[in-house]
């Protein structure tokens, strides 16, 4: 096998306020998206605590992780631009994301490189070049058994990994189809492929009278409505049902094998928006659909096991299940389950993919395949919806809202950096039902308020806002228990006033 060489260090970059625009990778397909410019984006609730469980991070070093990707990625575009078919292939590592590595053929390219403030490394084969004998592979080779059932580039090692149950005989065929040993690499696996079969992404929907699935983004084709799921949910012409069993929609087309995704057409009782459900009574709001580097963090949503985060991994794999193989999904260490299938993956606040399947599950963990977004946009001539959490795309923001009608009155002040909990001890509520709060502050402060649940020996956060300023609004439907707001300074010391009712 070749050697590759590392030839200048990474550097760590601060972490600064960005400004994002919802533009695909230049070497990705173009793609329609609503435009959306977000500043100064913080994670919505529920990203930050995801990520900090399944990273095993802390709240600092999510925080941190996030804002480095953001800005890793724009000069990654850059540098695939600027190096065009001699890009080798690019990378995030460290804890949090703090170095960027890209990949060249070709040494005069390492100065460029370096200068954008990216480590370089000089490899043999190209990305466009692995890509080509990917899929000469998936030509020669049997989709199952001997043939590996899963095959994807390393574009890390610069080159193909194949997983086999039955290694020994994978090498055979290999070497009896011509393939490169150097380049293509087998690897034993204990992983078995499965599908996760059993309007804001990640909620569920029927098809029939018992088969669920997981939506994972909301377009529009035209004037009409929709979203794209999985194409293992469903087939052309089968018809929906929403999570409350409601009529919904039908499916309008549908790829299952080779690939797997399809979008349903919804009817006029129901309102695409352009978020994503994090799982515990929020949304996340999806800005666009550029891909996320390698090495990237990722979370996904499914109607079965909620909001889980993980690393994407690598790109172009081949996978086959029972049903069928499948080519060009992306790899990651998220954890899904039966019921998460056409469920969403976003990094930061762009659309990735709908959840395809994979092994494991959330309990043990388990490693998630998802069909690119940007594929099927393209494939249906869809458009993503983009926006905010709140508001339709074309539509004015509404006007601030007072708090008015709110029973339960706390006040006090915050110095930069603290926090308090409202009550100072808890509430009981004996009953289920809707949990809201209206926090005001003062101007020029940020506060973000957060509700939680006391769960066997600690408080879990169950809902919580982060907006820019000191205006937050929290609405939560839960279980009877012990509750209790909290009030953070994320910066300035000002007075508030926190309005809440429960059940």
Known sequence: MFRRHAVATGCVLAVTALTLTGVP??????????????????????????????????????????????????????????????????????????????????????????????????????????????????????????????????????????????????????????????????????????????????????????????????????????????????????????????????????????????????????????????????????????PALEGASVCRSGSTTDWHCGLIRQRDASVTYPQGTIHGLTRTSACAEPGDSGGSFISVDQAQGVTSGGSGDCTTGGVTYFQPINEILTAYDLTLLTGDATTPPGTAPPAPTVCTGYPKVYTGTLNNAQSVSQPSRYYRSAAAGMHSACLDGGDGVDFDLYLQRWQRSSWVTVAGSEGAGSDERISYVGPPGFYRYRVVSVSGSSPYTLKAKAP
């Open 25 to 290: 990778a230049a070497a990705g397909p173009r793609v329609k998206s609503v435009p959306v410019t977000v500043s100064a984006w913080k994670p919505p609730s529920g990203m930050l605590e995801a990520l900090q469980r399944d990273l095993e991070l802390t709240r600092e070093q999510v925080r941190a992780r996030l804002a480095n990707e953001i800005r890793m990625s724009g000069i990654e575009t850059d540098l695939r631009e600027a190096l065009g078919d001699r890009f080798g292939g690019s990378w995030l590592m460290g804890t949090i994301a703090q170095t960027l590595v890209v990949a060249t053929t070709d040494p005069a390219d390492l100065p460029t490189i370096v200068a954008a403030g990216a480590r370089a490394e000089l490899v043999k084969r190209s990305l466009t070049e692995l890509a080509g004998l990917i899929s000469d592979l998936n030509v020669d080779l049997p989709g199952e058994g001997e043939g590996g059932d899963v095959r994807f580039v390393d574009a890390r090692n610069n080159r193909i990994v194949i997983l086999s149950k039955s290694p020994l005989a994978t090498e055979d065929l290999v070497e009896a189809v011509g393939a490169d040993s150097s380049v293509v690499k087998v690897v034993p696996t204990t992983e078995r492929p499965r599908l996760f079969t059993d309007v804001q992404g990640g909620d569920a929907y029927y098809i029939g009278s018992s088969n669920r699935c997981s939506v994972g983004f909301s377009v529009m084709r035209g004037t009409q409505a929709g979203f794209v799921s999985a194409g293992h949910c469903g087939k052309a012409g089968d018809a929906t049902t929403g999570f409350n069993r409601v009529p919904q929609g039908v499916f309008r087309a549908s790829s299952f094998p080779e690939n797997d995704y399809a979008w349903v057409a919804v009817n006029s009782g129901w309102t695409p928006r352009p978020v994503v459900s994090n799982g515990i009574g929020g949304a996340v709001p999806v800005a666009g659909s550029r």
